[in-house]
């Protein structure tokens, strides 16, 4: 497989005074150029993950670059030679149509973070060149307000989860974790306040979008899409298919790019077919495990209330305020065994890590008032909860997005004696 390193661009806005972008955009590994601050990132990743590593700077919908004319070359170029050591670099120009030959200009485009391309004209070609093997790049939309739902699908972002915020929409997969597709369906909750369900794809756009996402997450086979027939006594395969959640009204949907030998009757469900020549679907049993990419949009949080009764206590779901990126590294530090709860064959470990808890809400994946056995529960239930901080005096629980003890969040960590926070193992 082709390693190399990625060249990332973020646009911002033709002005004469210094931007943001521009402020920000110092360091050996970076060079602003024209409007474009160009990122060099190493060490070598492949393209799949290139895809969806320009996150240097939110807002701004960054993309690996694209060669648009002799002086985005020599800029990249420049930038290139304080960068020595690697003898190429990614670019954005991918095949329109994944399942032609490659060896002809015409055929390529300059792929953007959500799908859409152009036709370029600039095609600066090596000798011999093009030739068939792919050259990639992807680019990016002029700067946007940074959300509350991009910022928490970043922190979201670690070895185990692959994210990717395109057009207020925040895509999440876990390789390792795969299920029935029913269960799938009802799993999409790891955003409290947003709407969570498997992702809908109705647009060639939405579909280069998931499979670079699936892709990757290094899934080589199928990722379970929100795409199915509701008649299950239908034996049509190729009409009546809809848009489903696990709660809204089901939409219908006329996006159905075929693999070939698809669909299949008596598969009612659709899952990407990763890597597939062109992108497609495919249809596939509901008895099978597979990964599922999620999707989450809407609103936000909000804040809500349900007056307790003498058996449950009161719940109250806070709104998330503004929060600040953080880097996910590897765990680390001294625990010590908090509790266990288990559901089934399935079994949460939870170690006790330090006293206090964080402000810092772009960490938290809810907050509510509940006794600590039901916030034990409901971190258990939650696959993209790490850990939990808890109150047993104001039954104060907040499950967390991040791993208390992994830098930097150890050092954000408010030290308060009446807070005990939790690792999940």
């Not at 095609?123 to 050259?135: E, K, R, Y």
């Amino acid at each position: 497989m082709l390693l190399s390193l990625a060249i990332l661009l973020f646009v911002s806005p033709t002005v004469t005074a210094v931007t943001d972008l521009q402020a920000r955009c110092n360091g050996t590994d970076r060079l602003y150029n024209g409007t474009s601050c160009y990122v060099f990132v190493g060490p070598r990743i492949n393209i799949n993950l290139a895809k969806t590593a320009c996150n240097h700077y939110l807002g701004y919908s960054g993309h690996i670059v694209h060669m648009r004319d002799a002086a985005t070359q020599a800029a990249v170029l420049q930038a290139a030679t304080t960068n020595a050591g690697y003898d190429s670099y990614w670019l954005g120009l991918e095949l329109i149509n994944s399942s032609a030959p490659t060896n002809a200009s015409t055929r390529y485009g300059n792929y953007y973070r959500n799908g859409t391309f152009v036709i370029p004209t600039y095609f600066p070609w090596g000798p011999s060149q093009p030739v068939n093997n792919a050259l990639y790049n992807k680019e990016e939309a002029l700067k946007q307000p940074v959300t509350d739902l991009e910022q928490k699908c970043v922190n979201l972002k670690n070895s185990s989860v692959f994210t990717l915020f395109v057009t207020d929409v925040c895509y999440v997969v876990q390789p390792a974790v795969t299920k029935f597709y029913n269960d799938a369906k009802v799993s999409c909750n790891a955003l409290n306040g947003y709407n969570g369900h498997l992702a809908h794809v109705r647009t060639m756009s939405e579909l280069w979008v998931a499979d670079a996402v699936l892709k990757a997450a290094n899934i080589a086979t199928y990722g379970l899409l929100g795409i199915e027939q509701t008649n299950l006594s239908s034996t049509d395969p190729y009409n009546g298919w809809y848009l489903t959640t696990p709660t809204a009204q089901s939409i219908p949907t006329t996006f159905l790019p075929w693999a070939t030998s698809n669909p299949a009757a008596g598969r009612p469900t659709i899952a990407v077919k990763t890597g597939s020549y062109p992108k497609s679907f495919v249809t596939v049993n509901t008895t099978m495990f597979y990964p599922y990419l999620c999707q989450y949009d809407g609103p936000g949080p909000s804040t809500t209330t349900t007056t307790s009764t003498t058996t449950t206590p009161t719940t109250t779901i806070t709104a998330a305020g503004a929060c600040t990126r953080a880097t996910t590294t590897s765990a680390g530090g001294t625990r010590t065994t908090a509790a266990t709860t288990t559901t089934g064959k399935r079994m949460s470990k939870f170690y006790h890590y330090s006293f206090g808890y964080y402000t810092n809400t772009c960490y938290w994946l809810s907050q509510s008032t509940v006794t600590l056995s039901k916030c034990l529960k409901m971190c258990h239930e939650n696959e993209l909860c790490f850990g939990l901080s808890y109150n047993s005096g104001t039954n104060d629980c907040q499950l967390l997005a991040i791993i208390a003890s992994a830098s930097p969040y150890r050092a954000e960590l408010t030290a308060d004696r009446q807070y005990k926070t939790l690792i999940r193992e």
